[in-house]
Every structure is written in structure tokens, then in C-alpha cells.
């Protein structure tokens, strides 16, 4: 815990989804019906409309007819000559097997994609697609080049015809060095590979992650508010909004204990591989506090939220972050922007929830150490399999209520991130699991986890102040937030 920090819409479709806590012994709810729920019925602000991502795909390779012709658009035309990739990689059947894959990529993603049916080679096509594009307004174009003279058309592409863009080259289609002008391109993603699909797909998490952002709704809970503020965080677009403490306390305190609670309090603990030293009356303050926090967030139609949450005493949301963020539903510790925004952000690169906390050092065996106490137990996606956990009180108590001890998987490939605010900066470091210590010999809150960062030799390097957010997912995975970076011109910093 850190005792000096920084002081989405959630569609009905997703909080019937996650509606349910599996227990042992079956599902119970957790969004109560009736007296718990009328509290949460004054909407004060609506949902944020949520748009598509809208994506155009284009192809750039000419017919093969028409290079046996002559008539392809450049130098080497009077040859009949198939520069790169040559006349035997069948740009027809790649195009119709890439055209499959990218159609199922954005059916899974909720990306409204329109591919062009035919591939242009044609200087007055290529402008006209340009112009065509730029009037859709789109979010971003994917250009898949076939044709090595055809690059510095992929570059035009990629630059006038919407804000960003993913451009694939596949490897054998270009010839020498890939091209500056896209390589070095600011603002776009260049992939220059072997069929590599999961790269495109990468790219398309990133445009998705960026437009989400923009049109999501964060909501900051904190003590020293007085009234609601409404405001945006400049790079992300992301809405932030702002409202007392007293209010989510006042909600607390009008749910009152019942059956049900004391149910979903009872199968909570049967999930537990062992609860040490949490009182019966202190987990059902746990289920008071995940209504709260279901509520507040419908109240103010939030998508992620944040709570000045160290001193609520008994109220404190410490399981309710957890579970949510293992359901994708970002929540972020002690009103910190920094980190929810990261959690929001791997919500949508990954579609996994992470574990903010803060760091600390083991120089001698130079490891990482995190440790706090809302580590979600989901930490693969609501789908994923569950990480065993302990039920433990809050380490500073004030009082002992309960918080999760998650144990993470030995060798478990995992990325340490930060998105920087005011610094345009976005932090990934790739690394693995040592284990989860135990308490004592170590400290600091209810999860701790050691981690090996990968080729750091220093591993304080890797400090960014409190509450970066540790997201399982491996070098693969890393290369969304380089994506991410790349294509809304931040800086990256890390070992990805």
C-alpha cells in the first residue's frame, strides 16, 4: 500500500456477464435485486455511446494479366517483369486466405471492417482510395502490400488516408532494406514478417485500445472533492470523472447486511484455499462494499473506477477490485490515474486484467517485487482458469478487513506496465514469475510476487514510481503495447 500516491460505460450486455460469483458449490449473484438495488437507481450521468472501431483493408499487388501486359504502373513494365515477390506467390489465393483470417481478427474484436474486394495498383485507384477513405472518416487503415514498387503507395496510404494505420509486408516482397518511410514512420505500425497474422491482429487490438480509451468514462472517488468535476485526460481521451468520498460512503452504508450477502460472503470463503484471521462480519462488509462499487459505477454509467480507498475503514473495496478486474472491469487502487488507466488499457490490448501494486527490489539477486492487496484471481480473462488464492485482513488493518493473496504461477511469463501521464511515455518490461513469497520472510500487503525481468541489469531501472500493473502475457503479448505506442507516437520504454 502507499500512504502518499497521486491524490466505461459498463454495458448491460457486460454486467449481465459478470453478474455471477462461481463458487464451489455453484453461482450465486452479486448484483442484488430489490431493497440493495434502489439506491443505485438516480442515474446521474448516461453511459458513454460506445462506436465500432472502423477499419478499411486494401490490398496493393497487380493482376498478373495485366504485368504479362505490360501495363503495370512501373519502371520494370516494358520487361513483363514480376519484381518481389515474383509470379509464384500467388497474390490471389494469399489475398483470399489473408481475407479470412482478417474477417474472423475483427469479428472477435467488434471491429467494423470493410475490406476493398480488389487490389490496387493503378496511381489514380490508389488516389481515389485515399480520397474515398479520408471522407469515411475512418479510425485507422490495414494496408497489405504484395508488391515491392508498390511500397511508396503503402506509405501514402498509411498516411493520408486515416489518423493511423497497420501496414503488413510480407517477408520475400520487398527487396533489400524495408523502406524508411515505413519503418521510421511515426504514428503507423509496420509489420515486415512471415504470414504473420497474430502481428496484424496486434495492431488491431491497438486501434481498438485507442478508440475505446476515447470513448470510456473513468471515475475518480476521493475525500478532498467537494462536488463533481468532469474533466479528460488529454493523450487517451479517456473522460475522468470525479466525486466525493462521502458519497460511496453514504452508499455503503444504506446496504444492509442480509442473507444474501452472508451467502455470497460464505461461498467467498469456500473459494478460499485458507482464510487467516478474517471475521465472518468482516466479509460480509467485503459483499457490502462490491454492491457499492457496482452501483456507484452504474450510477455514473463508468466503465472504470478509482477510490481514495486506504482509510475507508471498513468499506474498503479490496475484493470487489480484485473480482472485478478479473472480469474485465477496471478498477484501480487509492484513486491513482496512472494505474487505472494502465488497467484500462490492458483491458483492451489484452483483454486481461492485471494486478496494480507497488514495487520493491531484492538488489542482491536483482529481482522485482510487487505487493498489494486487489490482485485479481482471474488473471487470464473471466475464460482463464483461476490462480488459487488466500483470504487474508489488509495488511495496514485499520480494521482486519479482508483482502486476496494471490499465488502466481512459477515461471510464468508476465509484462510490467505503466502508462505515464504528462510524459507521453508508455513503460513495458518483460519478465517471469520466481514465486509468490511467503509472509513473513517478506512483507508488504496480501499479494506478493518476485519476478525476473529479462536482460536488466540494474533491475531498479525498471522504477516508474508507485503502482505499475503486472499483466500475465509473454513477448508476443508485449508487442500490443508496442503497437499501442507506436501508433498514438509515444515513447516506449522497457525491454520489448
Known amino acids: 500500500m502507499c500512504e502518499s500516491c497521486d491524490p466505461g460505460r459498463l454495458p448491460r450486455r457486460d454486467f449481465l456477464q459478470i453478474a455471477g460469483l462461481v463458487g464451489a458449490?455453484?453461482?450465486?449473484?452479486?448484483?442484488?435485486?430489490?431493497?440493495?438495488?434502489?439506491?443505485s437507481q438516480d442515474v446521474i450521468l448516461p453511459p458513454l455511446e460506445k462506436k465500432p472501431v472502423r477499419i478499411w483493408t486494401v490490398f496493393l499487388y497487380p493482376p498478373a494479366d495485366v504485368v504479362l501486359a505490360g501495363k503495370m504502373e512501373d519502371s520494370w513494365a516494358p520487361h513483363q517483369w514480376f519484381t518481389w515477390p515474383g509470379n509464384q506467390f500467388e497474390p490471389e489465393a494469399q489475398q483470399a486466405k489473408f481475407t479470412a483470417a482478417i474477417k474472423k481478427m475483427a469479428s472477435d474484436l467488434g471491429i467494423d471492417m470493410v475490406i476493398h474486394p480488389e487490389a490496387l495498383y493503378q496511381k489514380a485507384r490508389i488516389e481515389e482510395f485515399i480520397a474515398q477513405a479520408r471522407a469515411a472518416e475512418l479510425d485507422a487503415v490495414l494496408v497489405?502490400?504484395?508488391?515491392?514498387?508498390?511500397?511508396?503507395?503503402?506509405?501514402?496510404?498509411?498516411?493520408?488516408?486515416?489518423?493511423?494505420?497497420?501496414?503488413?509486408?510480407?517477408?520475400?516482397?520487398?527487396?533489400?532494406?524495408?523502406?524508411?518511410?515505413?519503418?521510421?514512420?511515426?504514428?503507423?505500425?509496420?509489420?515486415?514478417?512471415?504470414?504473420?497474422?497474430?502481428?496484424?491482429e496486434r495492431g488491431l487490438r491497438a486501434v481498438r485500445a485507442k478508440k475505446m480509451m476515447a470513448q470510456s468514462r473513468l471515475l475518480r472517488i476521493a475525500g478532498a472533492v467537494k462536488e463533481l468535476t468532469q474533466g479528460q485526460e488529454p493523450t487517451l481521451g479517456t473522460e475522468i470523472v470525479a466525486i466525493p468520498a462521502a458519497e460511496f460512503n453514504s452508499l455503503f452504508d444504506s446496504i444492509p447486511d442480509s442473507p444474501q450477502l452472508q451467502e455470497e460472503a460464505a461461498a467467498l470463503r469456500q473459494m478460499a484455499s485458507k482464510v487467516v484471521d478474517v471475521s465472518d462480519e468482516a466479509m460480509v462488509d467485503a459483499m457490502r462494499a462490491h454492491h457499492a462499487v457496482q452501483q456507484i459505477m452504474q450510477r455514473y454509467g463508468a466503465d472504470a473506477i478509482t477510490i481514495e480507498c486506504l482509510m475507508l475503514k471498513h468499506r474498503k473495496p479490496c475484493y470487489s477490485f480484485a473480482w472485478h478486474n478479473g472480469h474485465l472491469v477496471p478498477c484501480g487502487c487509492e484513486n491513482h490515474l496512472e494505474a487505472t488507466l494502465t488497467l484500462m488499457l490492458g483491458r483492451w490490448l489484452l483483454d486481461r486484467g492485471g494486478f496494480q501494486h507497488n514495487p520493491?527490489?531484492?538488489?542482491?539477486?536483482?529481482?522485482?517485487?510487487?505487493?498489494?492487496c486487489t490482485c485479481a484471481w482471474k488473471l487470464h480473462g473471466p475464460q482463464g482458469p483461476s490462480q488459487e488464492f488466500f483470504i487474508r485482513p489488509f495488511f495496514h488493518q485499520l480494521p482486519k478487513t479482508p483482502a486476496l493473496d494471490v499465488q502466481w504461477s512459477p515461471s510464468e511469463p508476465v509484462l510490467l506496465a505503466k502508462y505515464l501521464t504528462g510524459k507521453n511515455a508508455l513503460m513495458c518490461w518483460r519478465g517471469k514469475v520466481i514465486n509468490s513469497p511467503p509472509t513473513?520472510?517478506?512483507?508488504?500487503?496480501?499479494?506478493?510476487?518476485?519476478?525476473?525481468?529479462?536482460g536488466v541489469a540494474?533491475?531498479?531501472?525498471?522504477?516508474?514510481?508507485?503502482?505499475?500493473?503486472?499483466?500475465?502475457?509473454?513477448?508476443?503479448?508485449?508487442?500490443?503495447?508496442?503497437?499501442?505506442?507506436?501508433?498514438?507516437?509515444?515513447?516506449?520504454?522497457g525491454n520489448v
Not at 147 to 169: D, F, G, K
Not at 446 to 451: I, K, M, N
Not at 470 to 487: T, V
Open 25 to 39: 458449490t455453484g453461482a450465486m449473484h452479486t448484483i442484488a435485486s430489490g431493497a440493495v438495488l434502489s439506491n
Open 144 to 200: 497489405v502490400n504484395f508488391w515491392n514498387t508498390l511500397s511508396s503507395a503503402a506509405a501514402r496510404i498509411a498516411t493520408e488516408a486515416a489518423p493511423t494505420a497497420v501496414v503488413y509486408h510480407p517477408v520475400g516482397s520487398n527487396h533489400q532494406l524495408p523502406p524508411e518511410s515505413l519503418r521510421k514512420a511515426e504514428g503507423i505500425y509496420y509489420i515486415h514478417s512471415i504470414e504473420n497474422f497474430a502481428e496484424i
Open 360 to 372: 520493491e527490489f531484492d538488489t542482491t539477486e536483482n529481482l522485482y517485487f510487487g505487493a498489494h
Open 440 to 454: 513473513p520472510a517478506t512483507g508488504g500487503c496480501a499479494t506478493r510476487v518476485l519476478v525476473e525481468l529479462d
Open 458 to 493: 540494474d533491475v531498479c531501472e525498471a522504477y516508474s514510481g508507485p503502482h505499475p500493473v503486472l499483466f500475465c502475457g509473454d513477448r508476443y503479448d508485449a508487442r500490443c503495447f508496442k503497437a499501442f505506442a507506436k501508433m498514438c507516437r509515444m515513447e516506449l520504454i
